[in-house]
């Protein structure tokens, strides 16, 4: 029998394709078998967990996800989170993958260049593994004449605006970016939400000297999300590549994407647990509370809505389930959500309000706790998914024996969690506050496993890991569907 680092023991062992009681054993950072119950001895094992009839599941995956980064978006806002506050989070709320964004503003035209900085301030510092998407927002030559080395370089996604004046590109420029990617296998991502529409609706509630945060929902109603999402879809089409529609809030989007997911086309789509608990009633409580949950799209409007979200969820029509983990600091005048209130705008004024919330550490007890999910479902989109659409899998997402990293969750036995009310000071990212404030959960992960190492321990000790544990993830290509035909984009074929 051959000795292993740790066995888990006596647990229900869920991936996205299977359910069933599996002890694992781990050795040398990965996953080395599955075994019926009881067939493994304690012998045999350095470390033993019970996991007392717990789910065990794939660590989580989060691909959208906000970490130190220049204020980019013609305001004053800057992340409060560095890829150090931003990791250590993210592992005590289960995610042990995460991919942030290596931003590219307008004025700078090289992406390689980007990707070196941002590697840089990520490199020993960071508490999960951990990757990069290229945020494109001056697609010049030479950026485009840069892809096939980001390929080299293990990027194999990028993002780009329809959207803020600072980093929106014109349907011209998102062709030529979506050309050079289906041409080097890049999955892209898009933000999609009509700029124009949403500066004309900003200068008509001006003139009206409407500034409160409540009017950040008014200025982007469902229709400039719906058009914008039927615009990416046909830019997609024409160009036959893959893309992402990401952080979708309206069930009108979501309508157009099925739709499309219905014609064969490899369009994938992403949301985000703010838009299975927010609305926009929480951007017009009182004393500027309300900018605390001012991201784009905005919470819409009921619990309709909210419905609407979790059937794409459950339908298939959502691949993942992201964070969108955008964190500014609520106190901070300076560079965070209050920065924008002064004098003449004593209410703040809602188009600048740094624009993004905190949730790399809630998303997955928030989502397994609504208890609207099954638990593979849950898995496919917190994790597995995400590990296929950018490059990762079967290195995680999953539990495969002698392929995948032994990265886990270990979550609580039925009734061993008294439920409880999420509170900030709970958690451990670098934010004064969380949008979800008092929601009652009745799970979080009571081990996260990262290569084979136990880093977070909630019953004894908490945090077990230390910065610099991550390491950077070379990506190859999405291995789900892509483009329809074989070979190059013809012009010509129209």
């Given at each position: 029998m051959d000795t292993f680092d740790l066995l888990v023991v006596n647990g229900l062992v869920v991936t996205a394709s299977d359910t069933a009681n599996y002890d694992i054993a781990i050795k040398d950072g990965k996953i080395a078998l599955l075994a019926p119950p009881g067939l493994l001895s304690a012998k045999n094992a350095a470390r033993v967990i019970d996991a007392e009839g717990g789910y065990v599941m794939p660590g989580g995956v989060d691909c959208h996800v906000h970490l130190e980064e220049p204020a980019l978006f013609g305001g004053k806002g800057r992340s409060s989170d560095t890829f150090e506050t931003g990791t250590r989070s993210s592992i005590c709320g289960g995610t042990t993958t995460i991919v942030a964004f290596a931003p590219q503003a307008k004025t700078m035209p090289s992406l390689l260049s980007v990707l070196d900085d941002t590697q840089a301030r990520a490199q020993g510092n960071c508490y999960t593994d951990y990757s990069f998407h290229m945020l494109v927002g001056h697609p010049g030559e030479q950026a485009l004449s840069e892809f096939p080395k980001l390929r080299e370089r293990g990027i194999s996604s990028l993002k780009i605006y329809m959207t803020y004046t600072a980093l929106q590109l014109r349907d011209d420029e998102i062709l030529d970016v979506l050309l050079a990617s289906r041409k080097e296998g890049i999955t892209t991502m898009i933000h999609a939400e009509n700029g124009d529409v949403l500066n004309w609706m900003t200068k008509k509630l001006e003139e009206r000297q409407l500034y409160a945060p409540k009017y950040h929902a008014t200025s982007r109603p469902q229709i400039v999300e719906n058009e914008a999402t039927s615009r990416?879809?046909?830019?997609?089409?024409?160009?036959?590549?893959?893309?992402?529609?990401?952080?979708?809030?309206?069930?009108?989007?979501?309508?157009?994407?099925?739709?499309?997911?219905?014609?064969?086309?490899?369009?994938y789509a992403e949301t985000c647990p703010q838009y299975l608990y927010l609305t926009r009633d929480h951007l017009d409580k009182p004393n500027f509370e309300g900018a605390k949950c001012v991201c784009s799209p905005p919470p819409r409007d009921s619990a309709a809505d909210h419905d609407a979200i979790w059937l794409g969820l459950t339908n298939g029509t959502f691949t993942v389930l992201s964070s969108d983990h955008c964190p500014f600091m609520f106190e901070d005048h300076e560079t965070g959500k209050k920065s924008v209130i002064s004098q003449e705008f004593p209410e703040g004024r809602f188009k600048a309000i740094p624009n993004g919330c905190p949730g790399i550490e809630t998303r997955l007890a928030l989502t397994l706790s609504a208890n609207r999910l099954s638990p593979q479902k849950f898995v496919e989109v917190t994790s597995t998914n995400a590990a296929r659409l950018y490059g990762l899998y079967p290195q995680k997402g999953t539990i495969l024996p002698g392929v995948s990293d032994a990265d886990l969750n270990i979550w609580y036995p039925p009734g061993k969690l008294a439920p409880f009310k999420l509170t900030n000071d709970m958690l451990h990212h670098n934010v004064d506050y969380t949008p979800f404030e008092g929601v009652e959960l009745n799970q979080w992960p009571r081990y996260t496993i990262l290569r084979g190492q136990v880093v977070w321990d909630r019953d004894n000790g908490g945090l077990l890991a230390k910065k610099g544990c991550g390491q950077f993830l070379h990506r190859g290509k999405s291995t789900l569907p892509g483009p329809r035909k074989q070979g190059d984009w013809d012009v010509s074929a129209f």
């Open positions: 990416a879809i046909a830019l997609a089409e024409l160009m036959d590549a893959p893309i992402l529609v990401v952080h979708v809030s309206s069930p009108g989007a979501a309508a157009h994407l099925r739709d499309a997911q219905t014609r064969g086309l490899p369009v």
